[in-house]
C-alpha cells in the first residue's frame, strides 16, 4: 500500500508510524519541520513559556510556604533558547524514530497533481509521487484579521510569541477564546499588565460558565484588566505603543498587542482542484467519520478537517486513518467519538473538561446528577498552598455512569484522565469512589465527588 501523506505535524506523524508499522510504504512530505505547527508553534512552545511563567509565581509564593522571600529576575536569551531546544529535540527524536520506521521523509511542499499523483516542490525541483491513498494534514494559521497589520514588534501573532523580542509592559490581547486566556496567563505571569478584550460578556464563551467564573476571578485577583462587550476593529501603533479602536467607541491603550482569534486552514495551494476534493466556504475540507473526504482514498484530518481543533485528536485521527487505509478496525464500534474528547487549557488554575457538559445535558432535557467538591477540602492542595478550585462530576442519576465533568485547579489537565478513562471505560461513579486513590493525592476529590 503506498500512502502519500502531506504534513508532519500529530496528524501526519501518527498516520506515518502507524501505517509503516502496519507494512506499509509510506512517503511523508513536510515542508517545514517534522513535528508541525504544534511542536513549533502552538502546544510546545506555549506550555513551556507557561512552565517559565509558573516557576516565578511559585517562587513570588514561596512566602506562604514558609520560605524566604525569592524573586526572579527573566533572562530572555535563555528562556527562548530553552523553548527552541525543546521544539528542536521534539523533532528530532520523532524523525529519529519515523525514519527507523522505514518512512520516507521527503522535505518540499506538497499539492495534489491529480487524484493518485501528489507532486512535491523540493527546492525547485519537482518529484511526483504516485499514491494509493493520500492524506492531506497540513493544518492551519493563525488568523489575522484586515484590520490590523502585524509588525512582529508592537502587534503580534502567537507565534511572534516564544518569547517576543521584549516582555511587553502592558499586553494587549484580542481573543478570548483558550488560546487568548492562555497568552494572557502566560504574560501577567512573566510580569506584563494584561487586558483582555472579550467579545461577549464571558471569558471562554464556548465553556461552563462556573469554569469561566472561575477564571475570571483568578485573572481579576492578579490584576488582569478585563474589557468586556467589546469587539475590537482596528489597531494601531501610537508613539509609545498601541490603541485598540472597539466597535462601541472604546480605545484601549498598551504597549504590545497580541491577537489570538483563531486559524484558518491551510488549504489553499493543496491542489485540491486538481483532484477534485471538496472544501467548505471556511477552507476546511469535510470528511466522514473515517476521515475520508468525497474521494474515499484521500483522507483529511487535524486542523484542515476537525472542528475540534487539538493536537490530541489530530494524533487519534493520524492513527485511525492509517488503520482504516491498511485495512484494519473498518466496523462502527472502532470510529473516534469526540463526544469522549478530553481537553485542557493551561491557565492558572488550569481548567479541563470531558464528556458531557451541563449546559448542554440541560438543552436536551437529560436528567443528571452533578457534585461538586472543592480542592480546598484536600490535603494535598493544602499542602502545595494551592487549594482554589473543584471537582464538578456529571452523572447519569439512575445508573451512576460516568458522563462527564470539569476540573479547575492545579494539575487539572492531568486529573482529567481519570475521569476521560472512567467515561470510555463506562465506568460508574461507585467505580471511582470505591477505587483506592494515594493520600495525599489532588486526586481524592475526584473520588470524593463521587460518593
Ligand atoms: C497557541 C496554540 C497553542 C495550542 N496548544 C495546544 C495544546 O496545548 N494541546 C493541544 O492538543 N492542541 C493545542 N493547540 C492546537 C494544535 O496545535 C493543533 O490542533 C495541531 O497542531 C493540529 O495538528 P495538525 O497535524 O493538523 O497540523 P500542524 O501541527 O499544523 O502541522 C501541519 C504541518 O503541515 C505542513 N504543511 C502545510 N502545508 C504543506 C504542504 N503543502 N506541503 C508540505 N507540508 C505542509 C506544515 O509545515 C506543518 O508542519 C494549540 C494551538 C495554538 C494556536
Avoid at 122 to 146: F, H, M, N, Q, W
Wanted: glycine share 10%; with cysteine; net charge negative.
Amino acid at each position: 500500500m503506498r500512502f502519500v501523506i502531506v504534513g508532519g505535524g500529530p496528524a501526519g506523524v501518527e498516520a506515518a508510524a502507524t501505517a509503516s508499522r502496519l507494512g506499509g510504504e509510506v512517503t511523508l512530505i513536510e515542508r517545514s519541520v517534522i513535528g508541525g505547527a504544534a511542536n513549533l508553534w502552538d502546544c510546545i512552545p506555549s506550555k513551556a513559556m507557561i512552565a517559565a511563567g509558573a516557576m516565578v509565581t511559585s517562587l513570588r509564593r514561596g512566602r506562604a510556604l514558609g520560605l524566604p522571600e525569592m524573586t526572579s529576575g527573566l533572562d530572555l536569551p535563555a528562556l527562548r533558547a530553552r523553548v527552541d531546544a525543546i521544539s528542536t529535540g521534539l523533532a528530532a527524536s520523532t524523525t529519529r524514530q519515523l525514519e527507523s520506521q522505514g518512512v520516507r521523509i521527503v522535505h518540499g511542499t506538497a499539492r495534489l497533481a491529480g487524484t493518485h499523483e501528489v507532486a512535491i516542490d523540493a527546492d525547485g525541483r519537482e518529484e511526483i509521487v504516485g499514491a494509493d491513498a493520500i492524506l492531506l494534514a497540513t493544518g492551519s494559521t493563525p488568523r489575522i484579521p484586515d484590520w490590523a497589520e502585524i509588525d512582529g514588534e508592537r502587534i503580534l501573532i502567537t507565534r511572534q510569541a516564544y518569547p517576543p523580542p521584549a516582555i511587553p509592559e502592558h499586553l494587549i490581547v484580542v481573543g478570548s477564546g483558550v488560546t487568548g486566556v492562555e497568552f494572557v496567563h502566560m504574560f501577567r505571569s512573566l510580569g506584563s499588565k494584561v487586558t483582555l478584550i472579550v467579545s461577549r460578556q464571558q471569558v471562554l464563551p464556548n465553556k461552563d460558565p462556573e469554569v469561566a467564573a472561575a477564571l475570571e476571578t483568578d485573572f481579576l485577583s492578579s490584576g488582569v484588566e478585563l474589557a468586556k462587550g467589546a469587539r475590537a476593529t482596528g489597531a494601531s501603533v501610537t508613539g509609545t505603543g498601541v490603541a485598540v479602536t472597539c466597535e462601541d467607541g472604546r480605545t484601549i491603550h498598551g504597549s504590545h498587542l497580541l491577537l489570538a482569534i483563531g486559524s484558518v486552514p491551510n488549504s489553499g495551494d493543496l491542489g485540491l482542484k486538481n483532484a477534485g476534493v471538496k472544501t467548505e466556504s471556511s477552507g476546511q475540507i469535510p470528511v466522514n467519520h473515517h476521515c475520508q473526504t468525497n474521494l474515499s482514498h484521500i483522507y483529511a484530518a487535524g486542523d484542515l478537517s476537525s472542528r475540534l481543533q487539538l493536537a490530541s485528536i489530530a494524533s487519534a485521527q493520524g492513527r485511525k486513518i492509517a488503520e482504516h487505509v491498511m485495512g484494519l478496525h473498518t466496523s462502527v464500534h472502532r470510529h473516534l467519538d469526540y463526544d469522549k474528547a478530553a481537553s485542557a487549557i493551561f491557565t492558572e488554575p488550569e481548567i479541563a473538561d470531558v464528556g458531557l457538559a451541563e449546559a448542554e445535558a440541560f438543552a436536551a432535557g437529560r436528567k443528571i446528577r452533578i457534585t461538586k467538591v472543592p480542592f480546598a477540602l484536600n490535603a494535598k492542595a493544602m499542602i502545595e498552598g494551592d487549594p482554589r478550585g473543584f471537582v464538578k462530576l456529571i452523572s447519569d442519576p439512575a445508573t451512576g455512569a460516568v458522563l462527564g465533568g470539569s476540573i479547575v485547579g492545579a494539575h487539572a489537565a492531568e486529573l482529567i484522565s481519570v475521569l476521560a478513562l472512567a467515561i470510555t471505560a463506562h465506568l460508574c461513579v461507585d467505580d471511582l469512589a470505591e477505587s483506592l486513590f494515594v493520600h495525599p493525592a489532588l486526586a481524592e476529590v475526584i473520588a470524593a465527588a463521587a460518593e
